[in-house]
């Protein structure tokens, strides 16, 4: 069942349709909420996310994809979430999601490439809000740059031009293999 069929079932009342669709999108729900600052907390917004989803399945627009709506609900939960702490949430990043695959016989291989990951990601952290959510966005979860202006809910322009910056700030900093 693909998501238009999955969408017109839940709204008729299947709940095993739009149960479906939790178990298409909970992973990704998951690292997107863990990636823009929920930390320990993602699986209360990923649940609130679905939930308020749900809900609002109605006002979903049929002619546009799911994906980006849904990520865009759980962008607006994890925000609500790290402004209700009053402080700086810490990007939670699950390294198995970004490692390159190194050959198990070449320790020194393995050695650099997480001395390189662990620069980069740290980089990350620190970039301003925007550009961090920009990048995110777009090399960690790999949306493209329209549905990243969907789920940050951006114009397309700001979403190229924080992409831009963050990539210039990470390749100065970390050098030159960042891309």
């Known amino acids: 069942m693909d998501d238009d069929e999955a969408i017109a079932r839940s709204l008729a009342g299947d709940l095993s349709a739009y149960e479906a669709l939790v178990a298409r999108y909970s992973t990704l729900a998951h690292r997107t909420a863990a990636m823009l600052g929920a ?3 993602a699986e209360d917004v990923v649940q609130e996310a679905f939930v308020k989803a749900y809900r609002h399945l109605s006002s979903f627009r049929r002619d546009a994809p799911f994906r980006p709506w849904l990520l865009r609900i759980v962008a607006n939960e994890t925000h609500n979430l ?4 009053g402080r700086r949430s810490e ?4 390294l198995s999601a970004t490692v390159s695959a190194t ?3 070449d320790p020194e291989g393995a050695a650099v490439a997480g001395d390189r990951r662990s620069r980069l990601l740290e980089a990350v952290r620190r970039l301003p809000d925007r550009e961090r959510q920009a990048v995110i966005c777009r090399y960690f979860l790999q949306l493209s ?3 990243t202006a969907q789920v940050l809910d951006w114009p397309l322009g700001t979403v190229k031009s924080s992409t831009h910056r963050g990539l210039a700030r990470l390749r100065e900093e970390v050098g030159h293999d960042v891309t």
């Open 82 to 85: 790290t402004r209700s702490r």
């Open 39 to 41: 930390g320990d907390e």
């Open 103 to 105: 050959a198990p016989d």
């Open 91 to 94: 990007l939670t990043v699950r």
């Open 145 to 147: 740059e329209a549905e």
